[in-house]
């Protein structure tokens, strides 16, 4: 949903500027409707912003990892190596997305336009797919009494909620001092506070925000900082150390603490152990997010276009990620858990995600992910106005 001031060319792509219109992440909408855009050229106005390649380098990239992380999940059991890719990997994936996501959303205000976005590309989409998956899960799983309750996200649908939650606090950000480190001092307080329950799945709206956070304040220069060419030969000694220490100490560590979702005294911990892993997993997250950056292509790449449907690989391949343990393939599949069906679970999840990317299935499935719903709304004064305009 990135927009760069050149379309997408042989040569290297330069990052949006600062004043670039916000859209959410991983949704596709574009930050305007797309017949003001054509009219605004016709009438002799700057032509409409192309999408930057990078960004939808980046999103797509890190959807794979997401898709891939859900697949080794029922293979960490059995297999060092595959839990310790699971272990880097939820590391950044979900923090890299909502880098992203803060960064387009630095434009964000309570304009009519943009809070109807939120709604048709974010609410809508949560409620959609919360029914969906809820029942799913009666019929796949078998379980007729899983309550549908929009106030308890099941599964991936919590990043639609956090996502609304995040957008909706941009301008308190934009008016506090020192907001990454009030963000952070949150994400502490939620880690230690286990009376704050499952409703809205708050605790991994709390514990994720600093991500958000910091990329609502990041500029063009901080993702070119991490272009720089020795960020990314140092990144490869990094990642490889994170790798090495992932697989010595994966038997020791509790993976839960990776997803954010509770609270230190929940995972049988301390409390004062919710506070140095917090702090702890930012750092960490920051500095393999930093890698996982370094190395994302900045030109446009066979699968750049895939980037705009990210929102829809993302809630689609749930199904089938978590079909596939309510139907025990990978107790069926036994081979699945040596190395080379580790393999071809990897290559299979990947490929999936790709096909759920792209143009055909978005069109498919726009109607519950870009709702226009313009019956909802009222029409903005803005709007009419143009359109008395051009007539």
Request: with cysteine; glycine share 6%; aromatic share 14%.
């Amino acid at each position: 949903m990135t927009h760069s001031l050149r379309p997408y060319g042989q040569h290297r792509a330069p990052l949006p500027p600062a004043e670039s219109p916000a859209s959410g992440v991983p949704s596709p909408r574009p930050p305007g409707p797309p017949q003001a855009a054509t009219a605004g050229a016709g009438a002799g106005a700057a032509p409409a912003k192309q999408r930057d390649a990078f960004f939808d380098n980046a999103k797509y990239l890190a959807i794979v990892f997401v898709a891939m992380g859900h697949a080794w999940e029922p293979l960490t059991d059995h297999s060092r190596a595959a839990e310790a890719l699971y272990m880097v990997v939820y590391t950044f994936h979900m923090p890299a997305f909502i880098i992203i996501s803060g960064y387009f959303s630095r434009s964000f205000d309570m304009r009519p336009d943009r809070l109807r976005r939120l709604i048709t590309g974010v609410a809508v989409p949560y409620v959609l797919f919360e029914v969906a998956y809820s029942l799913f899960k009666k019929w796949a799983d078998d379980d007729p009494g899983h309550p549908i309750s929009l106030l308890d996200p099941w599964y991936l649908t919590w990043f639609l909620v956090a996502l609304f939650v995040w957008r909706m606090t941009v301008p308190l950000w934009k008016v506090v001092r020192r907001p990454v480190v009030l963000a952070l001092a949150i994400a502490v307080l939620a880690s230690v506070s286990p009376d704050i329950g499952d409703d809205l799945d708050l605790q991994r709206v709390l514990q994720f925000l600093p991500f958000f956070v910091v990329g609502l304040f990041m500029k063009p220069e901080h993702f070119q900082l991490m272009r720089r060419r020795e960020v990314r030969i140092l990144s490869v000694p990094v990642l490889a150390a994170a790798l090495a220490l992932a697989y010595w100490t994966g038997p020791q560590v509790n993976s839960a603490w990776f997803y954010h979702r509770d609270s230190a005294q929940e995972l049988g911990a301390p409390w004062w152990v919710g506070i140095v892993a917090t702090l702890a997993l930012f750092g960490i997250s920051m500095v393999l997010t930093s890698c996982f950056f370094a190395w994302v292509p900045r030109r446009k790449m066979w699968f750049t276009v895939l980037g705009a449907g990210t929102l829809y690989g993302y809630l689609l391949h749930g199904f089938l990620a978590k079909g596939s343990r309510f139907w025990g393939w990978y107790e069926e599949y036994t081979w699945l858990h040596h190395p080379a069906g580790e393999v071809f679970v990897s290559v299979f999840a990947a490929a999936l995600i790709t096909v759920l990317c792209t143009p055909p299935v978005q069109r498919m499935f726009r109607f519950a992910m870009e709702p226009k719903m313009e019956w909802a709304f009222k029409r903005d004064a803005t709007e009419l106005a143009r359109e008395r305009a051009r007539s």
